[in-house]
Structure formats: structure tokens, C-alpha cells
């Protein structure tokens, strides 16, 4: 299994959500608006470990953090 580096915004978005993404996500800001989570294998586990750090308002990103993707 190949990790990836997670991210969560620093800032809540319009959704009142901070959101996790993959890098190469094409709607990811800028990397000074994030927080790095880790190098994680699976959306899953980021978001475990960014609830840790965020709370329950961190939402996955629907473009690269879908948990049923091929
Ligand atoms: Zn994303």
C-alpha cells in the first residue's frame, strides 16, 4: 500500500466545517491554510486522527476523500 499526505483546512469553511483532503486534490487551497494530519493509507484513518485534533467538525472532502473509491 502506497501512503498519502492528508490536510485539513485551518479555517472553517461555508459549510461551518474544517475539511480533510488528499494532496492532489484539485480543490484543496493553498498548503499556508492547512494543517498537515499525516502520511495515512486510507481517508478513514485521517479522519480519525483529524477528529482527534479537530473535533467532529471535520468533514471529508467529497472530491478526494470518497471511502469507496476504487
Ligand atoms: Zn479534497
Known amino acids: 500500500m502506497q501512503a498519502d ?3 485539513v483546512t485551518q479555517q472553517r469553511e461555508q459549510l461551518d ?3 480533510l483532503h488528499r494532496q492532489g486534490c ?3 487551497p ?3 491554510k492547512l494543517v498537515f494530519i499525516g502520511s495515512l493509507y486510507a481517508p ?3 479522519m480519525t ?3 482527534v485534533r479537530f473535533g467532529q467538525q471535520v468533514k471529508a ?3 478526494c476523500c470518497q471511502t ?3
Request: glycine share 4%; with cysteine; hydrophobic share 35%.
Open 17 to 19: 466545517c474544517h475539511l
Open 61 to 63: 472532502c467529497y472530491f
Open 5 to 7: 499526505y492528508y490536510y
Open 44 to 46: 478513514l484513518q485521517a
Open 30 to 32: 493553498v498548503k499556508d
Open 68 to 70: 469507496h473509491k476504487g
Open 26 to 28: 484539485p480543490k484543496m
Open 49 to 51: 486522527i483529524a477528529r
